[in-house]
């Protein structure tokens, strides 16, 4: 406190045949002990500087100068260079972090999407045949068409009742729910655990536009009147991303298919994501603090 770095400065020897060069190192020797023994924290640290110049420096000049002197520009000039070096350092790494969010961070999109041959993972397809039947007691594996695209999925429970649709997050497929399917199988409801377009074993589309709000909201839709015989789902249960789209699905259910607005969803269990409009208006939020 204030109190500690007066007492700890007028404790300290200063000698009359000190150079001013010295003197840096004497306007700065207090906040470097209190940080050194973790009194202060690193935060703290430059405020502590200044104001330990500001404790100490007219007892050291007065040593170091001789008397009726008036010439004390040379610590004023130290400090006065020393924050506008700090704040120059601060500008030019706020710029160079903006220059990246803002104009580089778009411009590799950009490139990225426009490259015919962009970077990807090394196709393996041939592998899902495998990845499905490796842990079989899950579940049955199985494909869906919705609207001539191939889906996998993966359901346990009973096939006649109630349905419970599971959609993952990113980056996952069907595996999220495992556990899921392995409790609830028991309960009587009809459970299925799918991929999402892109993943796993279920279609996987090149061009970005193909996975929108309007291609993703209807795989849900076309999973729900497939799977289910009365076309509705007893529950949708969503994570991350995957919850997202649950938000989105449930809000369009009641737009959809039935004159009486009843929905094809009828309840919705939430993971790890907010509202839409909450996530939007948060990242817009983001954006207008900067």
């Given at each position: 406190?204030?109190?500690?770095?007066?007492?700890?400065?007028?404790?300290?020897?200063?000698?009359?045949?000190?150079?001013?060069?010295?003197?840096?190192?004497?306007?700065?020797?207090?906040?470097?002990?209190?940080?050194?023994?973790?009194?202060?924290?690193?935060?703290?640290?430059?405020l502590v500087c200044k104001l330990t110049s500001k404790i100490s420096k007219k007892s050291m000049w007065e040593h170091v100068q001789p008397p009726n002197s008036k010439d004390?520009?040379?610590?004023?000039?130290?400090?006065?260079?020393?924050?506008?070096?700090?704040?120059?350092?601060?500008?030019?790494?706020?710029?160079?972090?903006?220059?990246?969010?803002?104009?580089?961070?778009?411009?590799?999109?950009?490139?990225?999407?426009?490259?015919?041959?962009?970077?990807?993972?090394?196709?393996?397809?041939?592998?899902?045949?495998?990845?499905?039947?490796?842990?079989?007691?899950?579940?049955?594996?199985?494909?869906?068409?919705?609207?001539?695209?191939?889906?996998?999925?993966?359901?346990?429970?009973?096939?006649?009742?109630?349905?419970?649709?599971?959609?993952?997050?990113?980056?996952?497929?069907?595996?999220?729910?495992?556990?899921?399917?392995?409790?609830?199988?028991?309960?009587?409801?009809?459970?299925?655990?799918?991929?999402?377009?892109?993943?796993?074993?279920?279609?996987?589309?090149?061009?970005?536009?193909?996975?929108?709000?309007?291609?993703?909201?209807?795989?849900?839709?076309?999973?729900?009147?497939?799977?289910?015989?009365?076309?509705?789902?007893?529950?949708?249960?969503?994570?991350?991303?995957?919850?997202?789209l649950a938000w989105q699905a449930a809000a369009q259910s009641w737009e959809w298919d039935h004159a009486d607005q009843s929905g094809y969803i009828e309840r919705l269990i939430?993971?790890?994501?907010?509202?839409?409009?909450?996530?939007?208006?948060?990242?817009?939020?983001?954006?207008?603090?900067?």
């Open positions: 406190n204030h109190e500690e770095i007066k007492k700890f400065g007028a404790n300290q020897e200063f000698s009359t045949k000190k150079k001013p060069d010295s003197l840096f190192h004497h306007i700065f020797t207090i906040p470097l002990t209190l940080f050194w023994r973790g009194n202060i924290s690193l935060k703290k640290f430059w004390e520009s040379m610590p004023s000039k130290m400090i006065k260079g020393i924050e506008n070096f700090m704040l120059y350092i601060f500008i030019y790494t706020y710029a160079v972090i903006s220059g990246i969010l803002f104009v580089g961070i778009p411009l590799l999109k950009v490139w990225l999407i426009k490259r015919e041959n962009m970077g990807r993972f090394k196709d393996r397809s041939d592998v899902s045949e495998k990845l499905d039947t490796l842990d079989p007691h899950h579940g049955k594996h199985r494909t869906l068409v919705v609207d001539g695209n191939t889906f996998h999925y993966v359901e346990a429970g009973n096939v006649n009742g109630p349905l419970i649709l599971f959609l993952h997050g990113f980056p996952d497929f069907w595996y999220s729910w495992r556990y899921q399917l392995e409790g609830l199988k028991e309960t009587g409801y009809h459970l299925v655990a799918v991929d999402m377009r892109g993943y796993g074993g279920s279609h996987k589309p090149r061009e970005i536009n193909e996975y929108n709000y309007d291609h993703l909201l209807g795989d849900i839709r076309g999973f729900i009147q497939e799977l289910s015989p009365s076309g509705r789902a007893a529950c949708v249960v969503g994570h991350d991303w995957g919850g997202v939430i993971l790890n994501a907010p509202h839409t409009l909450v996530l939007r208006n948060s990242i817009l939020q983001k954006f207008l603090d900067l």
